[in-house]
């Protein structure tokens, strides 16, 4: 059996964390990595990563070049590189990715498709 080995994010390196206390909803639109720590509604389209906290609630539709996931989404997702699902994690929809990486925990109801190895985008 492999090991699974998501990957850590350093809140340091990200211009733009949604706070716990902020809710959005509507189209989110952005070019850097962004972690949600909040509430979202609506569709997410990232150039970059897209990181999900913990005790954030997400239902939207995310597009993102790589996403990680920790908390809870209802939506689908599509990635141009890698989706990670952490334990904590709780994700209703469909997720389409060149990667997929679930760790042992996580919930996940939908339909996986790989789309193949990831390009020199993935960070």
Known sequence: MTDVHL???DEDTLDTILAED???SGV???KDPMMI???VSGSIVAESDLHID???VVEA?????NVTVRGTLKGNITAVGR????ATCRVDGDVT???VTMEPGCRFNGICSMTGPADATRA
């Open 7 to 9: 990957t850590v994010v």
């Open 83 to 86: 989706v990670e699902l952490f």
């Open 97 to 99: 990715a060149a990667e």
């Open 22 to 24: 902020v809710e959005f």
């Open 37 to 39: 720590k909040g509430r």
């Open 61 to 65: 539709d995310v597009s993102a070049r």
């Open 28 to 30: 989110m639109v952005f």
């Open 54 to 56: 913990e005790k954030a």
